[in-house]
C-alpha cells in the first residue's frame, strides 16, 4: 500500500522521537512497521544554507534520519557570481576569486552536515550546485538524487523582509511535488 503523504511545519524541536515514530510507520491501510520495505522516507535531501538556523535544522534532521533508518544528501547551493549585487565580496573579487570562496564555504558549510551525520551514525553523501534560485536547485537536486523527503529550516521571515528577500523554504514548498518537513 502507497504511504500517506506528510505535511509541513512538524515542530521537530519539541519532540524529534514523537515525530519519528508518526513518520516512519504511517500507511494508508492503518498498519505501522520499522521494515525497509514500509519505511515511508528512505533518502532525505538536506538543503543547508550555514546559518545558526539550519544547524539546528541539520541536528534534527540527522536524529530523524537515524530514527528513520534514513540516508541523507547535505546540500549547498552556491550564489552566481554578478556583477551587479548586494554582497561586497562579489564587487571586489573577479569571477575565478569568487568561485574559489565560494567553493571553500560550501566545504565548510558541508562538512558540519558530514560531521552531524557521522556522529548520528547516518549514512550521509554532499553535493552542491551554483544557482540564482536556491529553490529550484533544491528540487532539481531532490529529483536528481531520488530523495523522497525535502527537510528544510525556516527563517521565519515574514512582512515586509519576506516580501523583499523572498522565502526560499516558501518557494519550495509551493514548487515541490516532493513532500517538505519545514524545521522551524
Known amino acids: 500500500m502507497a504511504p500517506v503523504g506528510v505535511l509541513a511545519m512538524l515542530p521537530m524541536q519539541r519532540c524529534t522521537a514523537c515525530v519519528t515514530d508518526a513518520v516512519v510507520g504511517l500507511f494508508q491501510d492503518g498498519s505501522s512497521s520499522t521494515g525497509e520495505e514500509k519505511r515511508l522516507y528512505k533518502h532525505l535531501l ?15 534532521c540527522m536524529q530523524f534520519a537515524r530514527d528513520a533508518g534514513a540516508k541523507v544528501t547535505g546540500f549547498y547551493a552556491m550564489p552566481e557570481f554578478q556583477v551587479l549585487t548586494y554582497k561586497a565580496e562579489m564587487l571586489e ?21 558530514k560531521e552531524s551525520a557521522q556522529a548520528q551514525g547516518v549514512a550521509c553523501d554532499t553535493t552542491t550546485s551554483t544557482a540564482d534560485h536556491p529553490w529550484a536547485a533544491i528540487i532539481q537536486t531532490a529529483r536528481e538524487h531520488g530523495c523522497d523527503l525535502i527537510f528544510m529550516a525556516s527563517h521565519g521571515r515574514g512582512g515586509l523582509a519576506g516580501l523583499l528577500l523572498g522565502s526560499e523554504t516558501q518557494k519550495v514548498l509551493t514548487h515541490s511535488k516532493i513532500p517538505v518537513l519545514v524545521h522551524r
Do not use: M, N, W
Request: proline share 3%; glycine share 2%.
Open 46 to 60: 538536506l538543503p543547508t544554507d550555514g546559518s545558526l538556523l539550519s544547524e539546528v535544522a541539520v541536528r534534527h
Open 93 to 113: 573579487d573577479t569571477r575565478e576569486e569568487f568561485e574559489k570562496h565560494a567553493r571553500a564555504q560550501a566545504e565548510k558549510i558541508l562538512s558540519f552536515v
